[in-house]
C-alpha cells in the first residue's frame, strides 16, 4: 500500500521491527482456555499480567511523555483520547495525565476485592465482563499511545521484541475473549489508529491466529 | 524485497541512549528482564496444566468401574483447582496474611516461625531471609537456580515450598511445618542411636540425597540440621535450595583465606613429621569434656553465618571440582555422628575441623569406648573416604549394614520415633527456649525502598499444589 507522499511509513510497520519478536509463534498455547478451568479467573488472571506489564514498560517511558511532548493523548494522525471527567464531560488531557488516570483506576480496580475478588469462596460479580471490556480498551489506549509517540525510543532501549510480543499477545487474547471492538483497534473512517495496520500487518503474518482456527 | 534480500520497507535504525536519564537503560533492562520471565513461566504453566490434565483424563479413561457421573465430577474439581491457582496469582500474600505462633529455628540469614495463615487457619514454615546479607554474600544465583528445581520437585524427601513473597528487605518463604524437629535436635536430646535406628535414619536420607541428586542436584551441606522429621517421624531434606548454608561456605575466597590461616597456625610440613600432634588430637577427641563442649556449642555453630564444616567432604573444599558423590560423604559423617556421638572431625575450632577433614587418613579414628559392628565400621569408612573409591548409591544400598532395609517401602513402615504432637500447632520438639533475641512477629522492610531490586526478580513464587487446599 503507498503511503501519502510526505509522511513516512511508521517505523513499528517497517522491517525489521515489526517481525521483531521475544514469543515466537502464534499465542495460542497461552491465549487458550485451561480446559475445565472458570473463564472468569482466566480472563482476571491476564488482565491482571497485562496491566503489570505494560506499567512496567510504561514506568520506563514515561520520562520522555510528558505534558510538553505529549499534550494530548494522540494515537494516530487525527486521533486524540478524550477522558470522560467527573461530569460526564468529555476532556483533552495531555498523555502522561491521561495514562496515569487510566493506570491509577485500573489498579483500583484490581485491589478491589468486589471487583476483582481474591478471597476463597468470593465469586465474580454480574458486572465483571463489561467492567473488564472497559479496562481493555482503556490498556488498548495506552498501547496505542505508545506505538503512536513513542516507538523510536523503545527502539532505543532495544524494547521492540519485548513490547511487540507483549501487544500482540493482548491484542490475541483480547480477540479470542471478546474484549476488544475491532473499531477501537483500527479506528473510525478518517480517524485511524496507528495500531491499526499493525494489527492488519500481524494478522497477515500469521501470529493473530485464534486458538481455534 | 530489493537486491540486497532485504524487504523493500527495511529500516536502519541508529540506537543510541543519549537523551536519555541515566537509570533509563537498567529500568528498561528490568522491565525485559521481567517478560521474559513472565513468558518462561507462562509457557510452562500452560504445559504443566496440559500435564495434570491430560494425566487424569487418562486415568479416568482407563477406570471402567468409574461411573461416568463421578468421571464428570472429577474433572470439575480439576478445573476448580485450576482456576483457584489462577486466583491465587492474583493474590498479594504478606506479612499480615500471616500470624507468628513461635520462632522454631534460626539460620544464617534470618529465622523460621511456625505461623499461621489468618484467614484459613493453616499452618506453615515461614523463613525470613535478609536480602543484603544475602547480596553481601553472593548467595543470589545459586539460591534462585535450585529454588527453581526444588520448587517443581513433587518428591516426598524434600520439603515442600509453597509461597514465596519478598518486600525490600527480607525474602518470606512459606513451607510446609514438619513438626518433629531436626536431626541435630534429636541427636542432642538422645546422644547416640542404637544401630537399628541408625539404619532406618540413613536409609532414608540415602533416599532423600539419591532424590536430590535425580533432580540433578548436589547438596553439599547435609548435615542433621537439614534433616526434618515429618509428623510421622520419617524425614525430609530441608528445602536447601534456600538454605543457602553451603554457599556461604562455598564461597571460594572464604575457604581459601580459611586455607591460609589455618596453614599460619600449623603448617602441614610441620603436621606430619609431628606424630605426637596427631595424638594429641587423637587424645582430644575421646576426651569426654572436650565432645560435651563441642555440643553445648553445636546449636550456636549452626546459627552462626560461618556455619559448621563438620560433614562437608574435603573435595569441596579442595576446589578441584568434584560430583555429586560428595553428599554420601557427608552422610558418612552424619552416621559416624550417630553412632559415636559426634562427627568424625570435631574440634574446638572451625580451622581445625577443615583441617582435619583435608587429611582425612590421619584423623578418622573410631573410639575404643563406643561399639560398633563390623558393617558399620566397614560402610563409614567407605563412605568418608577420596572420592574415587566413596561407595556409589547401588553399592550402598546393597552394602550388608542395610541388609534387610526395604528400599522401595521405607516411607510407609513405622518410623523409630514418632512424634506426640498435641495439636498442629505443637512446637514442643524444637528449642524454642534458646532462641532469644529474636522477635517474635517478623519486623518487614523498614523503610519503603522500591520493589525494583532485579537481583530477586523470580523469587516470588506459587505452587500449584497449595491451591487445592485452600491455601
Ligand atoms: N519446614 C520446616 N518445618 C519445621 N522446622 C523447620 C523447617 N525449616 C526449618 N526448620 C527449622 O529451622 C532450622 C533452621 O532452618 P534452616 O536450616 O533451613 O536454616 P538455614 O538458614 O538454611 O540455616 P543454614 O543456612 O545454616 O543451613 C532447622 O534446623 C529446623 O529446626
Known amino acids: 500500500?503507498?503511503?501519502?507522499?510526505?509522511?513516512?511509513?511508521?517505523?513499528?510497520?517497517?522491517?525489521?521491527?515489526?517481525?521483531?519478536?521475544?514469543?515466537?509463534?502464534?499465542?495460542?498455547?497461552?491465549?487458550?482456555?485451561?480446559?475445565?478451568a472458570d473463564v472468569m479467573e482466566w480472563v482476571a488472571v491476564n488482565i491482571f499480567d497485562f496491566y503489570q506489564n505494560l506499567n512496567s514498560f510504561y514506568g520506563v517511558l514515561a520520562e520522555c511523555c510528558t505534558s510538553q511532548s505529549c499534550p494530548s493523548m494522540c494515537a494516530g494522525p487525527n486521533l486524540n483520547y478524550t477522558w470522560i471527567n467527573q461530569d460526564r464531560k468529555s476532556v483533552q488531557l495531555p498523555a502522561p495525565t491521561y495514562i496515569d488516570y487510566v493506570m491509577t483506576w485500573i489498579q483500583n480496580l484490581l485491589d478491589d476485592d468486589n471487583v476483582f475478588p481474591t478471597k476463597s469462596g468470593r465469586e465474580f460479580s454480574q458486572t465483571?465482563?463489561?467492567?473488564?471490556?472497559?479496562?481493555?480498551?482503556?490498556?488498548?489506549?495506552?498501547?496505542?499511545h505508545l506505538y503512536y509517540a513513542h516507538y523510536p525510543q523503545i527502539l532505543h532501549l532495544r524494547s521492540e521484541p519485548h513490547f511487540n510480543s507483549l501487544f500482540a499477545h493482548f491484542l490475541a487474547f483480547g480477540k479470542e475473549y471478546e474484549l476488544l471492538d475491532i473499531k477501537d483497534v483500527k479506528g473510525q473512517p478518517g480517524v485511524p489508529v496507528g495500531i491499526g495496520a499493525l494489527w492488519e500487518r500481524w494478522k497477515e503474518m500469521g501470529i493473530l491466529e485464534s486458538p481455534n482456527a | 524485497s530489493n537486491s540486497n534480500g532485504k524487504p523493500a520497507d527495511y529500516v536502519y535504525f541508529e540506537r543510541t541512549t543519549a537523551g536519555f536519564s541515566d537509570d533509563a537503560v537498567p529500568r528498561a533492562k528490568g522491565a525485559q528482564l521481567k517478560l521474559e520471565h513472565f513468558y518462561k513461566v507462562a509457557v510452562d504453566a500452560a504445559i504443566e496444566r496440559n500435564q495434570r490434565r491430560v494425566e487424569l483424563e487418562r486415568k479416568l479413561a482407563a477406570d471402567t468401574s468409574m461411573s461416568d457421573e463421578r468421571k464428570q465430577r472429577q474433572l470439575q474439581q480439576l478445573g476448580k483447582r485450576e482456576s483457584a491457582f489462577l486466583r491465587l496469582r492474583r493474590t498479594k500474600l504478606g506479612l499480615e496474611d500471616f500470624r507468628t505462633v513461635k520462632v522454631i529455628g534460626k539460620g544464617a540469614f534470618g529465622e523460621v516461625r511456625v505461623v499461621q495463615k489468618t484467614d484459613t487457619?493453616?499452618?506453615?514454615?515461614?523463613?525470613?531471609?535478609?536480602?543484603?546479607?544475602?547480596?553481601?554474600?553472593?548467595q543470589l544465583a545459586h539460591v534462585r537456580a535450585e529454588r527453581d528445581v526444588l520448587a517443581e520437585s513433587n518428591s516426598p524427601w524434600v520439603v515442600q515450598l509453597y509461597y514465596s513473597f519478598q518486600d525490600s528487605a527480607y525474602l518470606y518463604l512459606i513451607m510446609e511445618f514438619l513438626p518433629g524437629g531436626d536431626l541435630m535436635t534429636m541427636l542432642i536430646k538422645y546422644d547416640t542411636f542404637s544401630e537399628d535406628v541408625t539404619r532406618f535414619y540413613i536409609a532414608e536420607c540415602v533416599l532423600a540425597i539419591e532424590a536430590v541428586h535425580s533432580l540433578g542436584f548436589i547438596h553439599r551441606d547435609i548435615k542433621p540440621d537439614n534433616i526434618l522429621i515429618d509428623k510421622d517421624g520419617h524425614i525430609k531434606l530441608s528445602d536447601f535450595g534456600l538454605s543457602t548454608g553451603f554457599h556461604k561456605q562455598h564461597d571460594s575466597s572464604y575457604y581459601q583465606r580459611l586455607l591460609e590461616s589455618a596453614n599460619g597456625v600449623a603448617s602441614p610440613t610441620t603436621q606430619a613429621r609431628n606424630s605426637v600432634m596427631v595424638n594429641a588430637i587423637n587424645l582430644t577427641m575421646s576426651s569426654k569434656d572436650q565432645i560435651a563442649t563441642w555440643k553445648a556449642n553445636r546449636r550456636k555453630l549452626a546459627y552462626s553465618t560461618v556455619g559448621t564444616p563438620d560433614y562437608i567432604a574435603p573435595e569441596i573444599f579442595l576446589q578441584k571440582g568434584y560430583g555429586n558423590e560428595c553428599d554420601y560423604w557427608s552422610l558418612g559423617a552424619i552416621m559416624f555422628e550417630c553412632l559415636v556421638g559426634y562427627p568424625p572431625f570435631c574440634s574446638e575450632s572451625?580451622?581445625?575441623?577443615?583441617?582435619?577433614?583435608?587429611?582425612?587418613p590421619n584423623y578418622l579414628m573410631f573410639p575404643d569406648d563406643v561399639h560398633l559392628s563390623r558393617e558399620a565400621e566397614d560402610i563409614i569408612r567407605r563412605l568418608i573416604t577420596s572420592p574415587d573409591r566413596r561407595l556409589s548409591v547401588d553399592q550402598i544400598k546393597h552394602h550388608p549394614f542395610f541388609y534387610g532395609v526395604n528400599w522401595t517401602g521405607i516411607r510407609n513402615i513405622d518410623a523409630p520415633f514418632i512424634p506426640r504432637l498435641r495439636s498442629i500447632t505443637d512446637t514442643s520438639y524444637f528449642p524454642t527456649d534458646e532462641l532469644e533475641q529474636v522477635p517474635d512477629e517478623p519486623v518487614g522492610a523498614d523503610s519503603a525502598g522500591a520493589n525494583k531490586d532485579l537481583a530477586f526478580l523470580g523469587y516470588t513464587f506459587k505452587r500449584f499444589s497449595i491451591s487445592s487446599q485452600a491455601f
Open chain 1, 1 to 36: 500500500t503507498p503511503t501519502s507522499p510526505g509522511v513516512a511509513k511508521p517505523l513499528y510497520l517497517c522491517s525489521p521491527f515489526v517481525e521483531a519478536a521475544l514469543v515466537k509463534g502464534n499465542f495460542k498455547h497461552i491465549v487458550m482456555l485451561p480446559k475445565y
Open chain 1, 128 to 144: 465483571f465482563p463489561s467492567t473488564v471490556k472497559h479496562v481493555y480498551r482503556q490498556l488498548l489506549r495506552v498501547f496505542a
Open chain 2, 121 to 138: 487457619g493453616k499452618i506453615y514454615a515461614m523463613k525470613t531471609l535478609r536480602k543484603d546479607e544475602m547480596l553481601k554474600k553472593d
Open chain 2, 350 to 360: 572451625t580451622h581445625e575441623t577443615y583441617h582435619k577433614i583435608i587429611q582425612w
